[in-house]
Structure formats: structure tokens, C-alpha cells
């Protein structure tokens, strides 16, 4: 089959590898549909991520048709599912209170170290993200192995296209879950890091948990225009004061809430942003903690810091007193995925969210190198990228 493979720093191509194959009783192979280019992604594209090694198929966001299962998948043939990126067991302590992106079981124990001894805890299993969560191959391909399909799979509807509900792999659970977890409150001003996807599902998702203000940040003008599509106040971080602004929006107080969408790579030439570039970039440091940082000076005293961004190293400079000092709660961590899939599902259905609006471009699986570079390099157009499998 076809797949998209990672070769080195921005060094991605189309191979043919090997076809995937039932391996234990649980599992389903896919025959993918549709599939995604996530802003997480490039942090593998960046080289930012340890353990990748050369020929590991990327790919988290993805859904297809059933073509093959094992004995216990609850699965059927010809089924249309999308596919959480985050691997439960459904079985384990975490699984069964609803963590499955902290289950026990689903990332193999020859893996396990490595996160074990960065984390003090081993990191459960993702699809096309490295080995120290697995080394599972991703579904930037043709075809896909499913492990632990009787748990994670959602089945779709007859009547919804793809892209209506190929973003329930990841991006629009990961936005509701960082609002949840930002928890807001009504008449909540929110303030937003970063307008990628993540972002703009994390704002939409305020605004119908009934945020009376969301406000935006970001600097390129078509993601900023996206967010403001949806409700939110805009602020361009290059040629706005942040903390001065939400100050003056917020009559003084700060937000309620805030959101850092924006995770291990930052943007903008603050100077501890590019401190950090230079670190990154010798090997020295795994994180760009700038948008964190402002967001945990503007938030206001005994408000809320939800962190969906994705980070993993340590951090340098970390506003510890600033978080003791105001009372501020923080959340993160990768996203339930599974906890999720119904109700928004549910909600897709309705016509309550549209999970459309931020694609920006469709290629077939062949123009994936292209759609990486782009994705990285021209983000002001290229806000989300769908890949099509088996498209001329």
C-alpha cells in the first residue's frame, strides 16, 4: 500500500510499505477514507518529538471503511468509522473512569521506558506518534491496523460526508476538552492563544458553553478572520500589547479563563520565545513556553489555565509564584477522545457544529509532502489540510 513516511526533519514521503494485518483478536483493518495533517504533526515534521525512526507512517486523524476484523472487534464489514488517536484498552483503572489517553495497556511494554522515565509514568498508546507512544503506524496511508477496535471506533450515520465528522478523530474533542477544562463559566470572557485548529474548535466550543466573551490571538490575518467568523474578538499579537489589551477588555480584571492552544511552538520574536528557537534548535530544550507563559500573567486571580497545546520536556522560567500568588487552576493533558465521541457526534448531527469551515485545502495522499510544507511554512493560508487516499 501507499503511506506518508517520515524520513528526518522536514523529510516526509509517499512509500509503498507493507499492507497492515490482523495482529491481535481485537483489532480492525481500515481501508482510510479521509485523513488529516494535524498541527501536532508538525512537531514529528519539526523534529521536535524523540523516537521517531525512519519509515514510521504519521497520521492521527483519520477515518474509513471496515475491510477486515478480528474475532473480537465489534466491528462489522463495509462499516464507516472515525477512529480517536488516543488507544484505551477500555478495561484498565484509566479506561474505566473515563482517562483512556492514560490507559495501562495500549502502549506495549518494550515502549514503555522511555516515556517512564521522562514522565514518571508510562504514556499510553497514539496512533502515528512515535514509540515512545507505541510506535503504531498512523493512517496517512491506505490502509490502517486498529488496535482495541471494540472500544474507540465511532460508526457514522449514513448521510454524513467525511469531513463532517473526520475531525472527531482529534481536533474537536481536543477544543471541547480544552474548554471544559478551562471551566467556564456564563458571562466568562475567555482569551484564546493561538487560532490553528485546536484554537478555533476551542473557541467555538466556549461560545456554546456560554462564554459571554472570547477573544483570539494569534498573528496571521485569515486565522484571526476565522475566530472572528465564529463570534470571538480579535487580538494580532504583532502589533498589539496581549496583556495590556485583555486588561483594557476586561475592565481591569484579566480573563476568567484562558486557553493556550499554541503549545511547544511558539511563535513571534518575544525574547524568551527566541531563546528558546536557539535552544530547540542545538538540542538543548524541548519547549517554546511563550504563550503559556503570557497566558499565566493574564489570566485574572483565581482564574483558569487550560493547556491543550502540546508540550514535552521542561520548561525554563515557569511562572510558578505567579500561579501560587494569584490561586490559578491549571488542566491539560491529551484528550479523552472517546469520553467525547458520542455527544459530539450528537451535536454534528444537529447541525449545533460545523467542523468544515477551517479546511482550507484537499489533496490526494500522493501531495502529502507538499501539504506538510505548506501546512508549516504557509499558515496564514493553510489552516487545514484534508488528504484523500487513493485521489488522482
Request: charged share 20%; hydrophobic share 40%; proline share 5%.
Given at each position: 500500500?501507499?503511506?506518508?513516511?517520515?524520513?528526518?526533519?522536514?523529510?516526509?514521503?509517499?512509500?509503498?510499505?507493507?499492507?497492515?494485518?490482523?495482529?491481535?483478536?481485537?483489532?480492525?483493518?481500515?481501508?482510510?477514507?479521509?485523513?488529516?495533517?494535524?498541527?501536532?504533526?508538525?512537531?514529528?515534521?519539526?523534529?521536535?518529538?524523540?523516537?521517531?525512526?525512519?519509515?514510521?507512517?504519521?497520521?492521527?486523524?483519520?477515518?474509513?471503511?471496515?475491510?477486515?476484523?478480528?474475532?473480537?472487534?465489534?466491528?462489522?464489514?463495509?462499516?464507516?468509522?472515525?477512529?480517536?488517536?488516543?488507544?484505551?484498552?477500555?478495561?484498565?483503572?484509566?479506561?474505566?473512569?473515563?482517562?483512556?489517553?492514560?490507559?495501562?495497556?495500549?502502549?506495549?511494554?518494550?515502549?514503555?521506558?522511555?516515556?517512564?522515565?521522562?514522565?514518571?509514568?508510562?504514556?499510553?498508546?497514539?496512533?502515528?506518534?512515535?514509540?515512545?507512544?507505541?510506535?503504531?503506524?498512523?493512517?496517512?496511508?491506505?490502509?490502517?491496523?486498529?488496535?482495541?477496535?471494540?472500544?474507540?471506533?465511532?460508526?457514522?450515520?449514513?448521510?454524513?460526508?467525511?469531513?463532517?465528522?473526520?475531525?472527531?478523530?482529534?481536533?474537536?474533542?481536543?477544543?471541547?476538552?480544552?474548554?471544559?477544562?478551562?471551566?467556564?463559566?456564563?458571562?466568562?470572557?475567555?482569551?484564546?492563544?493561538?487560532?490553528?485548529?485546536?484554537?478555533?474548535?476551542?473557541?467555538?466550543?466556549?461560545?456554546?458553553?456560554?462564554?459571554?466573551?472570547?477573544?483570539?490571538?494569534?498573528?496571521?490575518?485569515?486565522?484571526?478572520?476565522?475566530?472572528?467568523?465564529?463570534?470571538?474578538?480579535?487580538?494580532?499579537?504583532?502589533?498589539?500589547?496581549?496583556?495590556?489589551?485583555?486588561?483594557?477588555?476586561?475592565?481591569?480584571?484579566?480573563?476568567?479563563?484562558?486557553?493556550?492552544?499554541?503549545?511547544?511552538?511558539?511563535?513571534?520574536?518575544?525574547?524568551?520565545?527566541?531563546?528558546?528557537?536557539?535552544?530547540?534548535k542545538v538540542g538543548i530544550g524541548a519547549d517554546r513556553g511563550h504563550a503559556l507563559r503570557e497566558a499565566i500573567m493574564a489570566v485574572r486571580k483565581g482564574g483558569r489555565v487550560s493547556v491543550p497545546g502540546v508540550y514535552g520536556g521542561f520548561l525554563d522560567k515557569f511562572p510558578l509564584g505567579a500561579m501560587m500568588e494569584k490561586g490559578?487552576?491549571?488542566?491539560?493533558?491529551?484528550?479523552?477522545?472517546?469520553?467525547?465521541?458520542?455527544?459530539?457526534?450528537?451535536?454534528?448531527?444537529?447541525?449545533?457544529?460545523?467542523?468544515?469551515?477551517?479546511?482550507?485545502?484537499?489533496?490526494?495522499?500522493?501531495?502529502?509532502?507538499?501539504?506538510?510544507?505548506?501546512?508549516?511554512?504557509?499558515?496564514?493560508?493553510?489552516?487545514?489540510?484534508?488528504?484523500?487516499?487513493?485521489?488522482?
Open positions: 500500500m501507499r503511506a506518508l513516511t517520515w524520513h528526518g526533519t522536514h523529510d516526509v514521503r509517499v512509500d509503498t510499505v507493507p499492507d497492515p494485518e490482523i495482529i491481535n483478536p481485537r483489532d480492525a483493518v481500515l481501508q482510510v477514507t479521509s485523513t488529516a495533517i494535524c498541527g501536532s504533526d508538525l512537531h514529528l515534521y519539526d523534529g521536535v518529538i524523540p523516537t521517531l525512526q525512519k519509515g514510521d507512517i504519521l497520521g492521527h486523524e483519520f477515518m474509513g471503511k471496515v475491510v477486515e476484523t478480528g474475532p473480537k472487534s465489534t466491528l462489522k464489514k463495509g462499516q464507516r468509522v472515525v477512529v480517536p488517536f488516543t488507544i484505551g484498552c477500555g478495561a484498565c483503572y484509566f479506561c474505566e473512569k473515563q482517562q483512556f489517553s492514560a490507559c495501562d495497556n495500549s502502549n506495549p511494554v518494550a515502549n514503555q521506558d522511555i516515556s517512564e522515565k521522562l514522565y514518571g509514568h508510562a504514556m499510553s498508546g497514539l496512533f502515528g506518534y512515535s514509540h515512545m507512544t507505541g510506535g503504531y503506524a498512523g493512517g496517512q496511508a491506505e490502509y490502517v491496523r486498529v488496535p482495541f477496535s471494540d472500544v474507540g471506533p465511532v460508526v457514522v450515520p449514513d448521510g454524513l460526508e467525511d469531513e463532517q465528522v473526520l475531525f472527531l478523530s482529534d481536533i474537536l474533542p481536543t477544543g471541547w476538552m480544552a474548554a471544559e477544562n478551562a471551566g467556564i463559566e456564563e458571562g466568562d470572557t475567555v482569551a484564546v492563544w493561538g487560532c490553528g485548529p485546536v484554537g478555533l474548535f476551542a473557541i467555538q466550543s466556549a461560545l456554546l458553553m456560554g462564554a459571554d466573551q472570547v477573544i483570539a490571538i494569534d498573528h496571521y490575518p485569515r486565522r484571526l478572520e476565522l475566530a472572528r467568523s465564529l463570534g470571538a474578538k480579535i487580538i494580532n499579537f504583532e502589533t498589539t500589547k496581549v496583556g495590556e489589551a485583555l486588561m483594557e477588555m476586561t475592565g481591569g480584571i484579566g480573563p476568567d479563563a484562558v486557553i493556550d492552544a499554541v503549545g511547544m511552538e511558539a511563535h513571534g520574536f518575544a525574547i524568551d520565545n527566541l531563546l528558546e528557537i536557539a535552544k530547540q490559578i487552576e491549571i488542566r491539560t493533558g491529551q484528550t479523552h477522545v472517546q469520553r467525547y465521541s458520542e455527544d459530539l457526534l450528537r451535536r454534528i448531527e444537529a447541525g449545533e457544529i460545523d467542523t468544515t469551515f477551517l479546511i482550507s485545502h484537499r489533496l490526494p495522499l500522493e501531495m502529502a509532502p507538499e501539504g506538510y510544507r505548506n501546512f508549516r511554512d504557509n499558515q496564514n493560508e493553510w489552516t487545514k489540510v484534508v488528504l484523500k487516499p487513493g485521489a488522482a
